[in-house]
């Protein structure tokens, strides 16, 4: 059996064609595809505790591994359109902005941007370049 993850992060996963559309909290089963592994380092997905009692959605039986995920997926994909709600072409309620849905995500599951290949790299390569250093200065003394 293959490990539950859930996405902390809204966002798309899948192969081209092929993506689903995941809310925060939302379950999902990694797929082995080439970027599952950044997907867990960098923090968009993260393995469900053993003991979570996942609640499914009434109307789409998506699952997810909080209530808070559940609550919050109702409200922006079975919102209905009441007399004082205008829905813009996004499909959103009007005046409803994407960012400020990044920004609330990023402040309750910032990433791991201190794991990135980059920031991982460049903490190493300075240790290298002061190994180099110290070894060409004992082979210059040696000589």
Not at 18 to 34: H, M, N, P, V
Not at 109 to 119: C, F, H, I, N, W
């Amino acid at each position: 059996m293959s490990e539950t993850y859930f996405a902390r992060r809204s966002m798309t996963y899948g192969r081209n064609g092929e993506e689903q559309r995941l809310d925060r909290g939302q379950i999902l089963t990694l797929s082995g595809l080439i970027n599952d592994e950044k997907l867990v380092r960098l923090g968009y997905v993260a393995l469900v505790s053993k003991g979570v009692a996942i609640v499914e959605c009434g109307k789409c039986g998506a699952k997810f591994a909080t209530d808070e995920g559940l609550a919050s997926h109702g409200r922006e994909r079975h919102r209905s359109a009441g007399p004082d709600v205008i829905i813009g072409p996004n499909g959103r309620p009007a005046g409803f902005r994407s960012d400020q849905k990044g920004e609330r995500e990023d402040a309750i599951a910032p990433l791991y941007l201190d794991k990135t290949k980059a920031s991982l790299a460049e903490s190493t390569s300075n240790v290298v370049t002061t190994q180099k250093r110290t070894y060409k200065k004992r082979n210059k003394a040696a000589a």
